[in-house]
């Protein structure tokens, strides 16, 4: 049964909130600032509007309904004592202009988080004011430019970026006024070292790599790489997407990154939220530490926190200080956790993506033939005539599972890209690839099944070409 | 505490399916110096530990729900209704990913399709976004956008009464691109003018005059918008806005020291695929049920890689939910009561201030939340003094760049009862002797 | 698909809680008294455990999700504010036994609530102890008994209690040692007077009268059936379980009622919880206040709150003060509502209950053709041969709504009790109405669609007898 | 605030449906004179207001979130995981009814029948209804079970540790019976021997000597069981219990000024036609799918009126189902390691608190949780001081009859760290001088 929008719920003079009663006199305003007509918000009573809602929840998969094994995104587990400590008055009620003695625990939190991340990555500093992913890389490759500038290194015009890449890399450097250079993977997934060879010279600004990459591979030759970037003058950023796959294994930093951002809300288990709010907090070393964002938290001498502008500073990325809600959540992991739980969760996660993938790779072959990290690619390709991974994807929400990511990376036909993360149980594991042999084999047989898939969902596949021909981007009943 | 399932037992039976005697096989790609160093981070702690730390935490910080709160300056403190954490905290909702897949994702992507709906309705424009970062971060994209609607131009024009944070926000954003800001009417180089409504510091300018000085200028015409202000005010979309950025953080989302908050992006229909942002539109299946979808995904980074209008990703889905929860439950009436409300205490707040002698308020003409009040001593010395008794007073504005030390912020909301105010008079009457 | 056990989703050594490292030395503990075999709970990670419960809720029905239109159980909205202030930390951590002057807040609450059921139901005291409308009553009754055992009068062993009583009454008066009477209604749906009449004589110790009583209905002769308890020596118990109905439109204690109980999980919004908790508190009037249960709170006259026991108390139902945090609850609704709210919903729900009636009262005749209070009984005898109410019950399942309460009262044939509680809109009733109506057309011509249902749920109607003869009362995968 | 969705317009149309003017028609048949009293009750606030008004009562209130805690006496501070309210926030479950209707009440059913199982694995009992309102109430209870098994026997024994409070319950509860409470060991006209495990002061008694001795005089044996001391103790059902009681506060509870709390109940398989609550069985559907019902209800109120077991309906169901997923949560090993916890911090405590000048530990032999430490001045006025500087250093006893002024009942929990243990120590030390 469809779903009533909020305005079909409406009456006139219907209400949620009553507002309170006013204690002052009426003010004038004057007549030309004042609104003609009202805004067409809804009126439906508080009854009405929690059902609204309510059912509205229950159209949506998540991580807390079943298993999620969506590449890329690290859909682990979200911890409920995250969302208590981040209501606490104390955080969810300080206010950012609050004056620093009396929002000590705010810096300090902020400190220990910047400490902890900079420990397992092998940053000297972090800022946390990114807000997500791709604005921490759009933060790392403007301090990467300012770097250069800095230096009166001008001419350098050009990034890296991996074919293998996320979209956000090639959009970031853009953003950040370069120009996109895609380098090559060679045959085992890793970056083809002479087409970076080809490419590096003194037009080159720097490299933007993710490692493990998007195909869920280590790179073999990451210090060859890395030496050649630094060679012509480039830095290198790491996109820290992947970085479920190696903490406490390896660090970036010591690899010899120069900046990277973390995805709190992938790695460090704070929600996605339907879309967000993340935090994409940038550890950075050596020469790039100055060019940081901030502010950042610091300890003075005195044993007091503060909040200081880093000298070379890029600036400002975020009002105030970052997405402080999440860095509480994440902070709140980081102690649960521990060093050595982080270091079980990357070998757990490592473990249950090579686990899966060799439950399924006879009849979804990984595109690469190694050990994967924390996610694995197959390839769809040997699937009947006429059947796409999407086919295969939609089919496995009739049998209540998530789809994996398909079509990326784009490099590997008919991509699948499948990441169990560490807190699902192996029986979880099993029972997926059981459904995927069970899938694979009515692909064969009767392929309909999985082209006209999903069939229970309130909706089946929407026409999205119709979405964009004739845009309905409001609620039609509304004035 | 970890949240690892895997029992010794499930690792053997999972290590033995692989051939592997030890999960650290699975590493060697890793260049073996590197592999598995120190990491100084102390063992895990059970969840009672780790909620006493926090709780001192949390304790050591002052909080808006103790005291006398008239700070403000981008950040406010009004009432959250009960409804918007019970339906944030639905796990169906909040450990959700990106609704790429509509058939599984219908909750998300019908909240965010009404969400824009509402936040259409406020400001008055065709198009609404699922959100930015923040206010900030939403002005920044609007300048972009406004550099690609108006090739050649690279002036971005601000008004005089944009958020100082918004600009150094600004700044960097631009530090990518060729273009540069500058303060005041906009020329003929001018992409666009942006102005705030009300102004940073509270004052409500007449957008319909701003209009046509930036569209006669050839420039586009930005308004950051406070949304509960616009259900009170004319809407920037009545008086002529081609981009309307906001912050949502008055919508149903705590101060949370900042963040997270919401930006909001909307513009007409004309500008669509300059957006940066998602968007959800409404479509139909094969058998004709209508359903929603994340659309226009060809302008994004996704899709468009170098070529997107933006190379933003995760956004504040969660936030527009809020606001939207928020916006429902306050509806169509009481809402704009609210927003009167703020109108009154304010006006009332200025009134009562004023005549405490040694104060003026310097904001003239009308104004929403927020106003100048002019210090006999410098603003921030009499903040300290009353914060130490637990009343915070506002904002000393010589914080930023431009701003005389005398000058105070002071913010009131639905949340400031008359007798607050009159305390807060009384108090400044006391500090000032 | 059949949602797994808690058992089944074990495995030796998964956890969700850490136990907090210990900073003290092991203490002995004697041999004999140590357990021998450890208590098989289950073994899961926190994401099954959240899995597990989150599955489980989507299997109830509940006021967030639909409509419950239960007759006699005031399924209204719970507020959410109500959630979120009995959770304040204030309420919810504080100590039954911290001093007094420690815990002023509860106290003022406790008082504060005692007095506005005072004032609307016209009782001069009121006792919060009862944790439950079924030990307000047994709480009324040990009251009465008292009474007349202090005064000596001891020959008074018998209880009245009408036909259309809920089966609680009777049950609660032979707890409290008495013989239930039975005393028959008459064709309007009142208590016979007559047949009052002729049971009333020194044996009796009082009624148990519910107005409205459980058919709906105000008793028309409320003041003669009184007068009639009076005279004989009686005392009169008001089950408040339909005050629901005449909140700030008539006062049981003004019309003659001795003592009454309210149910604050119907009338006072308090969320039902799936089964409880309640809190049933007592009011009384006159002599009677005495012997009310205690402690209760009272202001003193240097302004502190007390908790005192009443002279001639029955004694405590309860450890402590009652079901305190229902009580916030209940508080917090009276707040909200003010007297002209709670006035305004008694309105709204006698008009919606009339308002639906009126709806389907050509396919579902109410019992009694009269206007009804805020639920109304409809009885199926009218419905084809073979089916039964029961069976329209459980087809309404099908179309989303839960069924009405059916077969009580016991003196209706076939009843059908629906109470649709001011909660609701008018579009909701209309919505139940037209399913009701096109059921009742399919009983006709489907009368199996009607025996078969429900259809859609994970079960359809499970065998009863089965569990009786061979009972399972506990998990089978445990030891 | 109303939560009323009806409309102006509503109403008129719902009156025109019926043909009235005004919905005062509707009640006509209460006698006159009587309606529409005046109601002096305050006009109704918005939920701001609301909240207001809460939290200043709440912040009128000591609570155990502050200050060193060392208060018990049938109420204890136990550590909550965070999934307990998780759990209980969603609607589906706390907006549920009881659940008559199985088919649309499976969530509810199994997580009771779950329940029902695990507390009987904590009691090694065969069979546990869904709830009563407290401990004492399903003391009283079992009271009343006894009477029922063994007729002609009326009086309840009463071991010496049964708390003062629940002893008042019993005899309230007894009041409406012919029966009496008697302390000592039973007699030859004892229906029933209630003892306490561990008892009101802490000591854990040998259950197996207690259980012979009432089952030699014919009585049924009743232990009343704290269901956290039972994963670490042995069970009461492996030493003989016919029925056992408990309080389920400690399993996930919030203290909430004493209430509401759980009633746990527990008996055999023999005397379940005898047991008084709702009770959750498995049964099958025609389908043969497996289901959860409402069962034995032909002992219950609704169907059997003044011949039920008990009058209780309304139970505490949702309290069941905090119980049920904390003991989930907590897991075969985690509670039996935070009693182990518990039990240890408390011979520690005793151990530093004996050693305090003036001070002497009164209970001998093991205890958990609670012992009893003797005070050279009145406890009441030790334990007041001490408050007075948010320290709660335990219970004075004397509030109720029978017990020395001196003496303090101090309750230790795995909440209570070393320190808190030794700042307590030292507190003593100062205040005893």
Redesign the interface.
């Known amino acids: 049964s469809k779903v009533s929008s909020l305005w079909e719920l409406s009456s006139p003079g219907r209400r949620v909130v009553q507002t309170p009663s006013s204690d002052v006199p009426k003010a004038e305003l004057p007549a030309q600032l004042a609104r003609k007509e009202d805004a067409d918000l809804p009126e439906v009573s508080e009854l009405d509007l929690i059902r609204h809602y309510t059912r509205l929840s229950t159209l949506n998969y998540s991580i807390d309904t079943r298993f999620y094994p969506l590449g890329s995104c690290t859909m682990k587990y979200n911890p409920r004592i995250n969302e208590q400590t981040a209501r606490m008055a104390g955080f969810a009620a300080s206010h950012p202009y609050t004056p620093v003695q009396m929002v000590q625990g705010n810096l300090e939190l902020m400190y220990s988080l910047q400490q902890g991340l900079g420990e397992l990555s092998g940053f000297d500093s972090v800022s946390l004011q990114p807000a997500a992913g791709a604005q921490g890389e759009l933060t790392g490759v403007l301090m990467i430019k300012k770097y250069h500038q800095s230096r009166g290194d001008t001419g350098r015009t050009h990034f890296l970026i991996p074919d293998s890449a996320h979209g956000t890399n090639p959009a970031s450097v853009a953003m950040a006024g370069f120009t996109a250079l895609e380098v090559s993977s060679d045959k085992r997934g890793n970056i083809d070292l002479d087409h970076l060879k080809s490419l590096c010279d003194s037009s080159i600004a720097g490299i933007m790599i993710t490692n493990p990459n998007t195909l869920g591979l280590f790179e073999e030759n990451i210090l060859e790489v890395l030496q050649t970037v630094h060679d012509c003058g480039g830095l290198v950023y790491g996109d820290g997407a992947n970085l479920n796959a190696i903490m406490g294994i390896v660090k970036p930093g010591e690899l010899g990154f120069d900046v990277m951002h973390f995805n709190l809300h992938k790695t460090f288990s704070t929600p996605h939220g339907g879309g967000g709010p993340g935090a994409g907090p940038v550890g950075a070393g050596g020469a790039l530490r100055d060019f940081l964002p901030g502010p950042i938290a610091t300890l003075s001498s005195n044993g007091q926190y503060e909040l200081v502008q880093p000298k070379k500073s890029i600036g400002r990325l975020k009002t105030f200080y970052g997405n402080f809600g999440v860095l509480v959540r994440a902070y709140t992991y980081l102690l649960s956790q521990g060093g050595s739980g982080l270091r079980e969760s990357s070998e757990n996660a490592v473990l249950s993506a090579n686990y899966l993938m060799g439950l399924v790779k006879d009849i979804l072959p990984p595109w690469y033939d190694r050990a994967c990290m924390h996610e694995f690619v197959s390839s769809g390709e040997n699937l009947p005539d006429g059947i796409h991974t999407m086919d295969l994807a939609k089919r496995l929400i009739d049998y209540g599972f998530h789809p994996p990511t398909v079509y990326f990376p784009l490099i590997v036909p008919e991509a699948l890209m499948v990441e169990p993360t560490e807190t699902e149980s192996v029986e979880t594991l099993d029972a997926f690839a059981a459904v995927l042999r069970e899938i694979v084999k009515e692909s064969k047989v009767n392929p309909e099944l999985l082209h006209d898939a999903p069939h229970q969902e309130l909706v089946s596949r929407l026409d999205e070409v119709m979405a964009v021909r004739k845009p309905i981007l409001k609620n039609p009943k509304s004035s | 505490?970890?949240?690892?399932?895997?029992?010794?037992?499930?690792?053997q039976?999972?290590?033995e399916?692989?051939g592997l005697s030890s999960?650290k096989?699975?590493?060697?790609?890793?260049?073996e110096a590197?592999?598995?160093?120190e990491?100084?981070?102390?063992?895990?702690?059970?969840?009672?530990?780790?909620?006493n730390?926090?709780?001192?935490?949390?304790?050591?910080?002052?909080?808006?729900?103790e005291g006398l709160?008239f700070?403000g300056?981008?950040?406010y403190?009004h009432?959250i209704?009960?409804?918007v954490?019970?339906?944030l905290?639905?796990?169906?909702?909040?450990?959700?990913?990106?609704?790429y897949?509509?058939?599984?994702?219908?909750?998300?992507l019908?909240?965010?399709?009404?969400f824009?709906?509402?936040v259409?309705?406020?400001y008055?424009m065709?198009?609404?976004n699922?959100?930015h970062?923040?206010?900030?971060?939403s002005m920044a994209e609007a300048a972009?956008m406004a550099l690609r609607c108006k090739p050649g131009r690279q002036t971005i024009y601000l008004d005089d009464n944009i958020?100082p944070?918004?600009k150094?926000?600004m700044?960097?954003?631009l530090?990518?691109?060729?273009a540069h800001l500058k303060e005041g009417l906009p020329g003929e180089d001018g992409a666009c003018f942006i102005t705030a409504y009300p102004g940073f510091t509270g004052e409500?300018k007449?957008l319909k005059a701003l209009s046509g000085l930036a569209h006669d200028a050839g420039a586009l015409f930005i308004v950051h918008a406070d949304p509960l202000a616009?259900?009170?005010?004319?809407?920037p979309g009545?008086c002529g806005a081609d981009i309307v950025t906001g912050e949502g953080q008055p919508l149903g989302i705590?101060?949370?020291?900042?963040?997270?908050?919401l930006g909001l992006f909307a513009t007409t229909?004309k500008l669509?695929r300059k957006m940066p942002g998602?968007?959800?539109?409404?479509?139909?299946?094969?058998?004709g049920?209508?359903?929603?979808?994340l659309?226009?995904s060809?302008r994004?980074?996704?899709?468009?890689?170098?070529?997107?209008t933006?190379?933003?990703?995760?956004?504040?889905?969660?936030?527009?939910?809020a606001a939207a929860?928020y916006?429902?439950?306050?509806?169509?009436?009481?809402?704009?009561?609210?927003a009167?409300?703020i109108?009154?205490?304010?006006?009332?707040a200025a009134s009562v201030l004023d005549k405490v002698p040694g104060f003026q308020v310097k904001t003239s003409g009308?104004f929403f939340r927020e106003f100048v009040l002019s210090c006999p001593r410098p603003a921030r010395d009499i903040a300290?003094e009353l914060?130490l008794k637990g009343i915070?007073p506002g904002?000393a504005l010589d914080?930023f760049e431009g701003f005389p030390e005398s000058d105070l912020l002071v913010c009131v909301t639905?949340?400031n009862?008359?007798?607050d105010?009159d305390s807060l008079a009384a108090a400044l009457g006391e500090v000032s002797k």
């Open positions: 505490m970890s949240y690892n399932p895997h029992t010794a037992e499930d690792r039976k999972m290590l399916t692989l999960v096989e699975l590493f060697a790609d890793i260049p590197y592999r598995y160093p990491v100084n981070i102390p063992e895990g702690l059970s969840e009672m530990e780790v909620k730390r926090l709780s001192s935490l949390a304790g050591a910080n002052q909080n808006s729900e709160w700070l300056g981008g950040i403190r009432y209704p009960s409804v954490d019970a339906v905290s639905r796990g169906e909702f909040f450990t959700a990913y990106t609704p897949q509509p058939e599984v994702s219908q909750g998300t019908q909240a965010l399709f009404e824009q709906t509402m259409a309705e406020l008055g065709d198009v609404v699922a959100s970062y923040d206010g900030a971060a972009l958020h944070e918004y150094e926000v700044r960097t954003y530090s990518g691109t060729k409500i007449d616009c259900s009170l005010l004319e809407s009545a705590p101060m949370s020291y900042g963040g997270p908050t229909k669509i998602r968007v959800v539109g409404q479509t139909m299946d094969a058998s049920r209508a359903g929603c979808v659309t226009f060809a994004e980074q996704h899709i468009r890689r170098e070529k997107a933006s190379n933003i990703c995760s956004n504040q889905g969660l936030l527009a939910l929860v916006m429902a439950a306050m509806g169509k009436q009481g809402i704009k009561e609210t009167r409300l109108y009154d205490k304010g006006a009332y009308p300290h914060e915070f904002l914080r639905e949340m009862s008359k007798n105010i």
